[in-house]
Nanobody, 124 residues
Framework: QVQVVESGGGLVQPGGSLRLSCAAS????????IEWFRQAPGKKREGVSC????????YYADSVKGRFTLSRDNAKRTVYLQMNSLESEDTAVYYC?????????????????WGQGTRVAVAS
């Protein structure tokens, strides 16, 4: 049984940092692509960052490029999203999703496994 669990969300001031974790069990994480999505109130879900199963290629949305860093620790079956210089626009529920194979996709429908989400609020 595949389980995906996010953690690390919270309330942070603008300019602050958070590290989100995505722990996956029941699958060989090193063969799976992981993507973080987020959904802000009243907005569509968007892809934020993705790490491929091939060479750990990483992709970042323009809105987070230079501020967010995605990494994986296959031994711990965990992917980390380090978020720095947070802005109010980053406020959202962040979801971790995973799929078999090397391709990142901004379509959530391409990911069969999802976590429950972790809430990030950036406010002074």
């Amino acid at each position: 049984q595949v389980q995906v669990v996010e953690s690390g969300g919270g309330l942070v001031q603008p300019g602050g940092s958070l590290r989100l974790s995505c722990a996956a069990s029941g699958l060989p994480l090193d063969a799976y692509t992981i993507e973080w999505f987020r959904q802000a109130p009243g907005k569509k879900r968007e892809g934020v960052s993705c790490i491929s199963s091939v060479d750990d290629y990483t992709y970042y949305a323009d809105s987070v490029k230079g501020r967010f860093t995605l990494s994986r620790d296959n031994a711990k079956r965990t992917v980390y999203l380090q978020m720095n210089s947070l802005e109010s626009e980053d406020t959202a529920v962040y979801y971790c999703a995973t799929r078999d194979g090397p391709d990142c996709s901004d379509s959530g429908e391409d990911y069969p496994y999802w976590g429950q989400g972790t809430r990030v609020a950036v406010a002074s």
